[in-house]
């Protein structure tokens, strides 16, 4: 069954675009990522223009969003005072990732930069946390072997000290609202919630307890792809609401699957699976770039004027 | 009795034949469901005159979409990397082309004459100015014509279209899903000994109705609306899923 997308303008199966949802939908729920850099290139994949794909997947990731965050607000996993902290910082990111945007789709450079960051991020972030989880399996596998973690770093001795109960932490608002404003950043840019990002960041640069951090980048991240969502619709107009329905459709209950699988798995494999999925889109990305396209050329009705 | 010589000689010989035209629909509605769809051209040939022996009649039909302005880009290796370097501007490109024949192009229709009318893709692709700064203006709408040429909006149809008798005629354009709204200029040419003798004119109306007529008016005349809406729309869903699921498991 196909159907036609009115602000996309093109016909695609509704059948593969609930696939697409439901899948993207299942990783947030279990990693606590959007899911927004695999579903972006997908929509590319099936032929969705970049800038439509970019904006609906922003507004399909508050659906799978709100959803996943629910079930861990129900377990008591999400640090509202932390996600509140982390979102001052990521709306602010977001306003200024926008603006940089329009710069670079002047220039005809988007694709490249958004590629280019997809590779770094994903690449660093992917290899980072796949070594660590490897070590932690490895620890965990050794009896009597204890986990040590750092418990005093720059976030102890920078002003502004603030109770995060949920997290068991006291340590500065600094760290977390720059965290905030660099994902609302890339956020912006790369047309993804940030999870990612803010997953390892929480868990290497703040030391929050593994199980608060999904949740609590779920619930920061509703509010910076809603405000992203918001941003696309009134400067650009290519928020497509039909194909986000289709989208979040499959996406809500992929996500609600997702949380209840991660429930029953242990962080360790959680954040091994999550490394190998970032290396694996990291290592398509880089071949786009690096191995000579079949088409040089390309058409841009958008980028006029 | 010289003012009827005069006015058959005004007549002339352009319009000895006349192209009469049916069209299977003037009206192309998107809906939900939209695929895609297919317009059948039927015509007749009106002429007062016995069918001329000395060359025979060939019919060109073709089809237009609404125009517009775009960037057309090429990606050049930097650094190992492929990014896009040069980029020509195109003031205006049809959204649509599709040109039908009753034969191979240049036996239908002269050179000349296909310029004087502006038949084919290249011809109805206007540059002007803004090939500075780009070594090869010919390759750039080379590309626009390939990649259009294989989304299928732009098509060459040669020998597509029937004539029977030299009198009635008939082919059928495929529209793809990825349709520009707006009004498609249809034409039809007939010629003979690749001169145009007569040409048609007429209009197909392309556009959304129902719920996308909806949305898409809604996106872009009340944007933030439009954007709070999707925002309401899907905090509801995934606030809804939540629900049901717990629902199910107790």
Redesign the interface.
């Known amino acids: 069954?196909?159907?036609?997308l009115?602000?996309a303008?093109?016909?695609v199966n509704a059948f593969l675009l609930l696939g697409i949802g439901g899948v993207v939908g299942l990783l947030s729920g279990l990693f606590g990522v959007g899911g927004g850099f695999l579903i972006t290139p997908l929509l590319f994949f099936v032929g969705i223009p970049p800038a439509v794909a970019v904006a609906t997947s922003a507004?399909?990731i508050?659906?799978?969003?709100?959803?996943?965050v629910?079930?861990h607000f129900r377990r008591r996993n999400v640090d509202l005072r932390m996600g509140t902290v982390l979102m001052a910082g990521g709306l602010a990111g977001s306003t200024v990732g926008v603006w940089g945007f329009a710069i670079l789709r002047e220039m005809?450079?988007v694709?490249?930069f958004v590629s280019?960051c997809y590779v770094v991020f994903l690449g660093s972030v992917g290899a980072l946390m796949f070594v660590e989880s490897l070590n932690a399996l490895r620890r965990a596998s050794k009896p009597g072997a204890k986990v040590t973690r750092r418990r005093h770093g720059l976030a102890h001795t920078l002003p502004f000290k603030m109770k995060f109960r949920v997290s068991g932490l006291y340590i500065s608002v600094i760290p977390p609202v720059l965290v905030g404003f660099s994902v609302g950043i890339l956020s912006a840019v790369m047309g993804v919630g940030g999870g990612f990002i803010m997953v390892p960041a929480m868990i290497y640069l703040l030391h929050m307890p593994t199980k608060v951090v999904v949740g609590t980048s779920l619930f920061q991240i509703?509010f910076v792809t809603?405000y992203t969502?918001?941003l696309?619709?009134?400067?650009n107009?290519t928020?497509d609401?039909?194909l986000?329905?289709i989208l979040?459709?499959g996406g809500?209950?992929g996500?609600?699957l997702g949380t209840r699988m991660g429930a029953r798995m242990r962080a360790e494999q959680l954040r091994i699976l999550l490394a190998i999925l970032v290396l694996a889109v990291c290592g398509k990305l880089a071949a786009d770039?690096?191995?000579?396209?079949a088409?040089?050329?390309?058409?841009?009705?958008q980028?006029?004027? | 009795m010289i003012r009827l010589l005069l006015l058959l000689l005004l007549a002339g010989p352009a319009a000895a034949e006349e192209v009469v035209l049916g069209l299977s629909r003037d009206e192309v509605s998107?809906?939900?469901?939209?695929?895609?769809s297919e317009i059948l051209f039927y015509g007749a040939v009106k002429r007062e005159e016995p069918i001329p022996e000395d060359a025979d009649l060939e019919v060109i039909v073709t089809v237009e979409g609404p125009s517009?302005?775009?960037?057309?880009?090429?990606?050049?290796?930097v650094a190992?990397?492929?990014?896009?370097r040069a980029?020509m501007?195109m003031d205006l490109a049809p959204s649509f082309y599709a040109v039908a024949t009753t034969g191979p192009l240049r036996e239908v229709i002269s050179h000349t004459e296909e310029l004087r009318h502006n038949v084919t893709i290249p011809q109805s692709i206007r540059a002007v100015g803004e090939v500075e700064g780009v070594d090869d203006p010919e390759a750039?709408r080379q590309?626009?014509i390939?990649?259009?040429a294989e989304d299928g909006l732009y098509q060459m149809l040669e020998g597509e279209v029937t004539l029977e008798e030299e009198t009635l005629f008939y082919t059928r354009v495929e529209l793809p899903?990825?349709?520009?709204e707006g009004l498609y200029g249809v034409r039809i040419f007939l010629t003979r000994d690749r001169e145009v003798i007569d040409v048609y004119r007429g209009e197909i109306e392309v556009q959304?109705v129902g719920?996308?007529?909806f949305?898409?008016k809604l996106?872009?005349e009340q944007?933030?609306v439009?954007?709070?809406?999707?925002?309401v729309?899907?905090?509801a869903?995934?606030?809804?899923?939540?629900a049901v699921?717990r629902a199910l498991q107790s």
């Open positions: 069954m196909t159907i036609y009115p602000i303008e093109v016909s507004n399909q508050v659906a799978s969003s709100v959803s996943a629910l079930a005809g450079q694709d490249l280019l509703i809603a969502t918001l696309h619709a009134t400067t107009q928020v609401m039909m986000a329905v979040l459709l809500v209950v996500a609600q770039l690096l191995i000579e396209p088409e040089l050329y390309s058409i841009d009705e980028g006029v004027g | 998107i809906t939900a469901t939209f695929d895609g517009e302005p775009l960037t057309v880009r090429r990606k050049d290796r190992g990397i492929w990014i896009n980029a501007r750039f590309a626009l390939r990649i259009r899903a990825n349709l520009t959304k719920l996308e007529r949305l898409f996106a872009q944007p933030l439009y954007g709070l809406l999707s925002i729309i899907a905090i869903a995934g606030w809804g899923a939540s699921f």
